[in-house]
């Protein structure tokens, strides 16, 4: 391992970035490579196929890297001045910048709002950061659905305002429906970024409905079903 154009860093530890199975290191010659699983575009390689050896990241080679802080599904970096890089999805701005759609895997940037900022350690949650300097300010950023962020406002952001008003909508054509026998739809309604929804399983009503069923087709118990009624039990 310690032959060739690339000698391993003793110093920086080999990164596993659990629970899904990559590996980050960094070379004595200030080159970054990844390898594993690449679920959620770990790996820093704008997409999420898995790659079987190990690949160069030329966003973070010679940028003198020494941590790797793995979250869920998003990764960070500080390297020897403690600027912080991040990279995979952020559709909950976990990679402190703009938020991206869903299934968009960005790769590494600097979070420039942290170059002055001197920043000496890093915490990543699920999809959520926090980060503290070397003044002993406290940052943080991503999903705030529990209010893990800390700043005393909870907010879920897994659905956007189109999002939430397309979801509202298609809910409330519920209420045409009007099925007494399956589903009963009662009313819907936003609240402190969720979407509730009323509604009532009408198991009883749906037994009767399988009781009777056989009565109606004029089907003796254990006679098979006709193209008829089977057509009408796949709806």
Request: glycine letters at 8%; charged letters at 20%; a negative charge.
């Amino acid at each position: 391992m310690g032959e060739g154009p690339h000698r391993w860093r003793p110093t920086v530890p080999i990164a596993p970035l659990r629970p899904n199975h990559n590996i980050l290191f960094v070379t004595t010659d200030d080159m970054v490579y990844g390898l594993g699983s690449n679920v959620c575009g770990k790996l820093e390689l704008g997409h999420n196929e898995p790659i079987h050896s190990p690949q160069p990241i030329p966003e973070l080679c010679h940028q003198k890297i020494h941590t790797f802080i793995s979250g869920y599904d998003f990764v960070l970096a500080m390297n020897s001045v403690n600027h912080v890089y991040s990279w995979g999805p952020n559709r909950w701005g976990q990679l402190g910048r703009n938020e991206t759609p869903e299934d968009v895997y960005s790769k590494a940037e600097r979070i420039s709002f942290f170059d002055d900022k001197d920043v000496r350690q890093i915490s990543c949650g699920s999809r959520h950061s926090l980060a503290l300097t070397s003044s002993g300010q406290v940052y943080g950023w991503g999903c705030n659905s529990w209010g893990q962020i800390g700043c005393g406002e909870q907010q879920n952001d897994n659905f956007d305002e189109k999002e939430t008003e397309n979801v509202l909508k298609e809910v409330k054509n519920l209420e045409k429906v009007k099925s007494e026998y399956v589903v009963q739809y009662y009313h819907s309604w936003r609240e402190t970024g969720c979407l509730y929804i009323q509604m009532e399983f009408c198991s009883n009503s749906l037994q009767n409905i399988l009781e009777v069923k056989p009565q109606v087709f004029e089907r003796q118990a254990g006679d098979p079903m006709d193209l008829y009624e089977l057509d009408l039990k796949s709806y």
